[in-house]
């Protein structure tokens, strides 16, 4: 992506922040903790690897230690254009000491988000690797097509995740072509409301939103 960036124009920068250097010397003096790994030796609880695949898998729960549903996100965006077009977008969430190579939900379309204009527009946050199973931005958009309002469409995309993975991290935010909003997220220990912003002719300056989980 930087490569293609600074061939079409676009000035080289080195981002690397005093800070950024700081946080991985760190991850570095406690062997690399965390890093994201499953079923792997050695084990990634005690060392950076390099790692190879555990001849037997099994599923380990991932602790709230290593990754906390405050401190990282996604940016999210739905918007309707006066002629009547919608686009979507996502950021990546910020999560950082991921697997180098790896790829998250933000940027399959239908997974981070998704926008049609004869129906609207939904993006996705929270632990992409599950929900990008089940593209939940396109469901959102699909369920909305066919008449049911945006709360009750994000509602029922985090409902169906539910039924595989009970204890995921997620939201969902939801906007018709007649402007309707809304969204949803699923109900897990620390995180039992979601919080959106909303802006809107109808409104008279942009405003925070809250929806209770389920």
């Avoid at 066919?146 to 985090?158: E, H, N, R």
Wanted: contains cysteine; positive net charge; glycine residues 10%.
């Amino acid at each position: 992506a930087s490569l293609f960036a600074v061939r079409m124009g676009f000035p080289y920068e080195d981002l690397t922040t005093q800070k950024s250097l700081s946080l991985y010397s760190e991850w570095l003096n406690q062997s690399c903790q965390p890093n994201y790994w499953k079923n792997v030796v050695p084990d990634s609880s005690t060392s950076c690897g390099p790692y190879k695949r555990r001849e037997e898998l099994t599923y380990k729960e991932q602790s709230s230690t290593q990754r906390s549903v405050h401190n990282h996100d996604t940016i999210g965006m739905v918007v309707i254009g006066v002629s009547g077009t919608v686009a979507s977008g996502t950021s990546t969430n910020g999560a950082i000491h991921k697997i180098p190579g790896r790829v998250g939900d933000s940027p399959i379309a239908g997974a981070g988000s998704y926008a049609d204009s004869t129906a609207g527009g939904a993006a996705a946050t929270g632990d992409g690797d599950i929900m990008m199973r089940f593209l939940p931005s396109y469901q959102a958009v699909e369920y909305m097509r066919i008449g049911i309002d945006p709360t009750t469409a994000c509602q029922k995309v985090i409902s169906r995740i539910q039924k595989y993975a009970p204890k995921f991290f997620g939201a969902i935010i939801c906007a018709n072509t007649t402007g309707s909003y809304g969204a949803a997220c699923n109900k897990i220990p620390g995180f039992t409301q979601f919080h959106f912003m909303v802006s809107s002719p109808l409104l008279s300056r942009p405003a925070v939103q809250v929806v209770d989980c389920i």
